[in-house]
């Protein structure tokens, strides 16, 4: 008998069905994954399971676990099962996890609801826990709340929560999509662990991650089971069209396809920019130290690397939203000096950036009409409304979608549809450098295609520049023609695209790719690259700030800062790159 038994579950919003006739089983110490885009059905699937519809959604059909009857059970009963027999890992803990209790009261509740434990018993299981998915000096992490954690802690405090009962099934949605790769393969490599003794149903648009960590896979779409199957086969041999669309959207590190060597004059320069903040008392921290690039006319720079490397603290210092502590940035011959307030309004045009969460930059009063023709009102006052009008739908076109999204609010948009109008918002003017901030991480994968097949068509047209942070290395390989590694506010590497993929010359650029899940079920899998969590930037280990994680580290890694240098095509910051040899087949 399986696990778990669903069997003609229909959820329904009013008269619409977003989960329409879904059947599917998991075994004991199966994984299967459950995939699709955005609306296709996946999250309300698993609320579903669990009891936790919102009260607005009529659901029928049949859930069974462990033979017992879970869809129209009272709370009494589902409170039995949650936690304790089934866990789920939530897609943002930050909003899972409740921001008012210390992370060990949180998890303490768990062991004394379900009686699973008492006296010291309860603060040493939560320890072993916390120590198990990998959290470092877990007893101090009992005293911290979640806003006092990385993205990547609080997403391991969110699996030790649901592991901390040993339920039988754990239900992953969406566990690592807004983590860096590194980080990712930490936890994924923790649900590998756990298979032995527990089941896995794993909800994700991420085909890579299916390939390497599901035996079978179910594809929904518009809330329907299109496709289902052992991972191999509907990877070799989809049965539906939609399947195969997935699967062409799927970006590849193995890609050959890359765009050529930019060969435009130079738009925007940047030299030694340093960017702090301030910390406690009269410390500062220092995000970003003596980083320099030069931005060509119609290239495409990606900015890689884990959080708090200093990324975004860059580009916003760059378009004056902080202040530049050091280091000077010059935009067509002239100096970008100040905040962006004290800036001419043709730069404020000509630079335009794409927030990393669209929800929060999106104002939730306005339509989506007035959010996306805001700026023309400012930089083009003498349009016409008409003409306004046509402009702002012309470009929501242009990032998929129709004039139907035209009156609806942001919070009546999905993550994905959010992050689209706040692409379009920065394109309707027509900018010369787009500065994209996880432009098009929470987008579904045909969808995340579509729209970087329409900025390279843009970039090809109209000679557009573009600086583009991502974690997604494969995303990565397929826009960009250089790539700039950041490491704890510094440069580690700048290299052009082929040549940092296939002969990357600092080892955190290595453990970097190594991270990127490949979609291929019969790849070697590679244990993740790097442990643990990125050191303080309060109190930076000596000499290369790299060298506790590294592999190929000596004794003058701790010892002496490198200086970034050129090493055949490339710019690194490492004391062995000429040294090691760091190609490695996929």
Known sequence: MSLLD????????????????????????????????????????????????????????????????????????????????????????????????????????????????????????????????????????????PHELSGGMRQRVMLASALLAEPDLLIADEPTTALDVTVQAQILELLEDIRDETALLLITHDLGIVAGHCERMLVLQSGRVVDAGATTSLFSSPGHEHTRVLLEAAPRIDNEDIPPPATGASILGVEAAAVSYKAFGSERLQAVRDVSLSLRSGE???????????????????????????????????????????????????????????????????????????????????????????????????????????????????????????????????????ICDEAVAALDGSVRERVLARLRTIQERTGLSMLFISHDLAV?????????????????????????????????????????????????????????????LLNPPSGCVFHPRCAHAVELCAASLPRARDIEGARVACHRADEIDLRRAR
């Open 300 to 434: 495409t720079i990606a900015i890689v690397g884990e959080s708090g490397s200093g990324k975004s603290s860059f580009v916003r210092a760059l378009l004056g939203l902080i202040p530049m502590d050091a280091g000077r940035a010059v935009y067509a011959g002239a100096p970008l000096d100040g905040l962006v307030e004290q800036r001419a309004l043709s730069q404020r045009r000509d630079l335009q950036l794409v927030f990393q969460d669209p929800l929060s930059a999106l104002n939730p009063q306005m339509r989506v009409q007035a959010i996306v023709e805001e700026s023309l009102l400012v930089h083009e006052p003498a349009l016409t409304g008409s003409e306004r009008a046509a402009r702002v739908i012309e470009t929501l076109e242009q990032v998929g979608l129709s004039d139907a999204y035209l009156r609806r609010y942001p919070h009546e948009l999905s993550g994905g549809q959010a992050q689209r109008v706040a692409i379009a918002r920065a394109l309707v003017l027509g900018p010369k450098v787009l």
């Open 476 to 536: 990565v390989r397929s826009i960009s023609h250089r790539v700039l590694v950041m490491y704890m506010g510094r440069l580690v590497e700048l290299a052009d695209n082929a040549t940092l993929f296939l002969q990357p010359r600092h080892p955190y650029t290595r453990a970097l790719i190594d991270a990127v899940p490949t979609p291929n079920p019969v790849a070697p899998s590679i244990k993740a690259p790097l442990q643990g969590e990125v050191p303080s």
């Open 6 to 145: 669903v069997r003609g579950l229909t959820v329904k919003y009013g008269d619409m069905p977003v989960v329409d006739d879904v059947s599917f089983t998991v075994s004991r110490g199966e994984s299967v994954g459950l995939v699709g885009e955005s609306g296709s059905g996946k999250s309300q699937t698993a609320l579903a399971v669990l009891g936790l519809l919102s009260r607005q959604a009529s659901a029928s059909g049949s859930i069974c676990f462990a033979g017992q009857q879970l869809l129209g059970a009272s709370e009494e009963v589902l409170n039995t099962i949650r936690a304790r027999r089934i866990g789920i890992v939530f897609q943002d803990p930050m909003q899972a996890l409740n921001p008012y209790l210390r992370i060990g009261r949180q998890l303490r509740e768990i062991l004394v609801r379900h009686k699973l434990a008492e006296g010291p018993a309860v603060k040493a299981r939560i320890i072993a826990m916390l120590e198990r998915v990998g959290l470092s000096d877990a007893e101090r992490q009992l005293r911290v709340f």
